[in-house]
């Protein structure tokens, strides 16, 4: 399979690498737990198949003086595969992934006890989490293939056309139209100076007494908890009833449980305006055969304290100015910002060095990852997807964090049942503080739809 490369950087992608630090690197985790004992011969051989279909993850960056960075195929291109018994615990002594002279993803197995644990670390200027997804779907597809007396073709691939990655950046069916310049000028400029006028609180750090034990967030530093089958209906319903989105009430308490937690925290001031930041998959049609990269923007939804004192009222706020963004096509103005920064030879380096809060948290939607990995194997006796000796039992996830916005959280589904991740800043936040804050989220959820009566069953998964 011909690989294009080599290929300018996009403008997200280089945002990304610019914004990438040895303390706090730009990458991003995802987590498979699979029942059945993997072979390690079978997951070597399924790597190789699978990584020329993706580019991205094969490729290094070169720096050009005055230039945009470009991709360029790896001298070596053989990812970093750390393998172990089960109970051997994950080291990563360093997260940060130069990718100037590695590729831009890692592994780590663990098998033991009829069980495989699968955790793969990606650069996050390689791919977004849908990118991911898709590279672990060809992955598993791959070694069910590979098993000895399975045909090579009795699972199918993922369709990719490694071609389209040199039209990855081209959202015109998104962005502005040549003959509404004005209006995507004007939009871009509201939208900075909005950001700009309204700088983001950081979320508060505890105040503990001198010498308090606590522990460390240990890599990948990701907390999960799981909520009830039918908190999902419930919030549907909500929703329903006060004209909203599942989305809007999440993104609601996310705000009042920055506001609690920075209360009880801390006696210090935090700042006046608090900032979500909320990852957008802008992939099209046009785009579906599209290999492992970042199709991805950002919204900012940005509240002040005084906003968010009445929840109703602040709801109401949320849900306008969600069908405003999605109407209004506003979920792409982060990146008419980066496209037009990206013009100015290393403006957009100087513009990431400075430690600004971008934004207070991270609130990513995923809805269900598992559609991308299973939508064409078959399932055992248990209902879990199969692939060859091995079966799909759960799915993690653990998103990046940066100087200033210590928390990401990720709210997706899996097996029906609603999932709530955290991954927080370990150099300020201990294992202990994460999972208050994770319980402080969660709680709030809950509470919410306590009285909520589903009726008639509603198994639509989250989007």
């Known amino acids: 399979m011909s690989e294009p490369l080599p290929l300018k950087m996009a403008p997200f992608e280089q945002y990304m690498l610019e914004d990438d630090r040895p303390d706090y690197p730009m990458t991003f985790v995802l987590e498979m737990t699979l029942r059945g004992e993997g072979r390690r011969d079978i997951f070597d051989r399924a790597l190789a198949v699978v990584l020329p279909r993706h580019p991205l993850l094969q490729s290094v960056v070169r720096r050009r003086l005055f230039r945009r960075p470009q991709w360029i195929s790896a001298p070596d291109p053989r990812p970093h ?90 959202l015109s069916t998104h962005l502005w139209e040549p003959e509404k310049k004005w209006d995507f000028i004007k939009r871009t400029l509201m939208h900075t100076l909005r950001i700009l006028g309204r700088p983001a609180a950081p979320l508060a750090i505890p105040q503990r007494p001198a010498g308090q034990r606590r522990t460390p967030l240990a890599f990948p530093g990701n907390l999960t908890r799981k909520l009830d089958v039918s908190v999902y209906r419930r919030l549907r319903k909500l929703a329903r009833k006060h004209s909203a989105t599942v989305n809007d009430l999440l993104l609601r308490e996310l705000f009042l449980t920055m506001k609690e937690w920075n209360r009880q925290v801390t006696t210090k001031k935090t700042g006046r305006w ?175 739809i306590e009285n909520v009566d589903t009726g008639t069953k509603d198994r639509t998964a989250a989007a």
């Open 81 to 170: 595969v750390d393998w172990g018994e089960w109970d051997e615990p994950i080291n990563c002594e360093n997260e940060h992934l130069d990718l100037t002279q590695e590729v831009g993803v890692r592994f780590w197995v663990r098998v033991g006890d009829h069980r495989t644990r699968v955790v793969v670390q990606f650069h996050h200027s390689c791919c977004d989490a849908h990118g991911g997804l898709l590279f672990l779907a060809d992955l598993i597809t791959a070694y069910a293939n590979c098993l000895p007396g399975y045909d090579d073709g009795r699972y199918r691939l993922n369709d990719v056309d490694v071609q389209q990655l040199t039209r990855r950046d081209d």
């Open 274 to 448: 608090y900032s979500v930041a909320i990852p957008t998959n802008l992939r099209s049609l046009e785009q579906d055969r599209l290999p492992a990269a970042n199709v991805l923007s950002y919204w900012f939804s940005i509240r002040g304290e005084s906003e968010i004192d009445d929840p109703e009222q602040l709801l109401r706020t949320i849900r306008d100015e969600n069908e405003f963004v999605k109407r209004g096509r506003y979920t792409t103005v982060f990146l008419d910002v980066m496209r037009m920064v990206q013009r100015l030879p290393g403006a957009l380096r100087l513009a990431c060095l400075k430690q600004k809060c971008m934004s207070s948290v991270v609130l990513s939607y995923v809805g269900n990852p598992t559609r991308v990995l299973t939508e064409r194997v078959p399932t055992n006796e248990l209902g879990e997807p199969a692939f060859g000796n091995l079966a799909l039992v759960d799915v993690n996830a653990a998103p990046p964090v940066r100087p200033k916005t210590r928390a990401s959280f990720t709210v997706w589904h899996f097996k029906d049942i609603m999932r709530v991740g955290l991954r927080c800043d370990p150099y300020h936040y201990s294992a202990e503080d994460a999972q208050t804050l994770l319980d402080m989220y969660v709680d709030r959820i809950e509470a919410l």
